[in-house]
């Protein structure tokens, strides 16, 4: 059934919202892939520390002089590893919510060990900020029905689906969509043979821009997501820079947090569906 469904209500007469999301894997990634052997080599571990030792913090710099306050989803190991970050974040006004322990992926792990990981980092936010995490996003963008069950029973929102250009209600829990095309690492990641060339900043500023211009004529959502290793770097800050200072000065457009979308979302009729799981192979051939 094909319809149409009526303008979604920003605040304040907000025509559209825009999120400025950072995933601050660090080094997690890779420790989940090493996790059962030594690492021997020293080019990815250096590659992954820029983003601690410089990439963030430029990042963060960007933000606080255009007035915008992002969406940090922050490993429990990265946390861990570095106990100034979370309050340092909090501290200057920006958002923290979860992104696993070890970025564990979906399909390595069990149900029990998947909540054991989210339990478990919940704790460490809370006694590293002295508030409780309200947000959750999964490594590498995948969710299970128990997933959702266990961010819906901590009453987390979430922000790993890609399910509508608004904010959605799913299995109870209230969706901040993403979407790949507005995530760096499909564009810049490289970490060497067998990867593709990184793309060049202007060229995909200019595509993250009309994206922008697209979601706001539309009344949408612009979410953006980038890494700290990987968009620090003083080029892709300035091209970064560019694009949030014309959306920061556009009266037209909510710059929030995913909390703050989340919570206003919980002010609104919601949009709630159903999961979509496919059918067995063997039920289709039954038609």
């Known amino acids: 059934?094909?319809?149409?469904?009526?303008?979604?209500?920003?605040?304040?007469?907000?025509?559209?919202?825009?999120?400025?999301?950072?995933?601050?894997?660090?080094?997690?990634?890779?420790?989940?892939?090493?996790?059962?052997?030594?690492?021997?080599?020293?080019?990815?571990?250096?590659?992954?520390?820029?983003?601690?030792?410089?990439?963030?913090?430029?990042?963060?710099?960007?933000?606080?002089?255009?007035?915008?306050?992002?969406?940090?989803?922050?490993?429990?190991?990265?946390?861990?590893?570095?106990?100034?970050?979370?309050?340092?974040?909090?501290?200057?006004?920006?958002?923290?919510?979860?992104?696993?322990?070890?970025?564990?992926?979906?399909?390595?792990?069990?149900?029990?060990?998947?909540?054991?990981?989210?339990?478990?980092?919940?704790?460490?936010?809370?006694?590293?900020?002295?508030?409780?995490?309200?947000?959750?996003?999964?490594?590498?963008?995948?969710?299970?029905?128990?997933?959702?069950?266990?961010?819906?029973?901590?009453?987390l929102w979430d922000s790993s689906l890609m399910g509508h250009d608004l904010p959605y209600t799913i299995g109870g829990v209230t969706e901040i969509p993403v979407r790949w095309d507005n995530d760096d690492a499909i564009f810049f990641k490289f970490l060497g043979a067998g990867d593709r060339p990184p793309r060049s900043p202007l060229e995909i500023g200019a595509t993250w821009r009309h994206e922008a211009e697209a979601q706001i004529d539309d009344g949408g959502l612009f979410m953006l997501t980038v890494h700290d290793w990987i968009s620090g770097r003083a080029a892709r800050i300035a091209m970064l820079r560019e694009i949030w200072q014309d959306l920061a000065d556009n009266p037209d457009v909510w710059v929030a947090t995913c909390g703050e979308i989340a919570a206003h979302h919980a002010t609104q009729t919601a949009l709630e569906v159903a999961p979509t799981l496919p059918r067995a192979v063997n039920e289709r051939d039954s038609r």
């Open 1 to 155: 059934m094909i319809w149409e469904a009526p303008p979604y209500r920003w605040p304040h007469g907000h025509r559209a919202a825009a999120c400025f999301s950072v995933d601050v894997d660090a080094n997690s990634p890779y420790l989940w892939e090493q996790r059962a052997q030594m690492p021997g080599t020293l080019a990815r571990i250096e590659h992954r520390a820029y983003g601690m030792r410089r990439g963030l913090a430029r990042m963060v710099d960007m933000l606080d002089s255009l007035g915008i306050r992002g969406s940090f989803f922050v490993p429990g190991v990265v946390a861990e590893d570095n106990p100034s970050l979370l309050p340092g974040l909090v501290a200057r006004g920006h958002e923290v919510a979860l992104h696993g322990y070890f970025h564990e992926l979906v399909g390595d792990i069990t149900d029990a060990q998947f909540t054991e990981a989210l339990e478990r980092s919940l704790d460490l936010f809370e006694t590293q900020t002295g508030e409780r995490p309200r947000g959750f996003r999964s490594p590498a963008w995948e969710m299970t029905p128990h997933m959702l069950a266990e961010l819906h029973r901590l009453n």
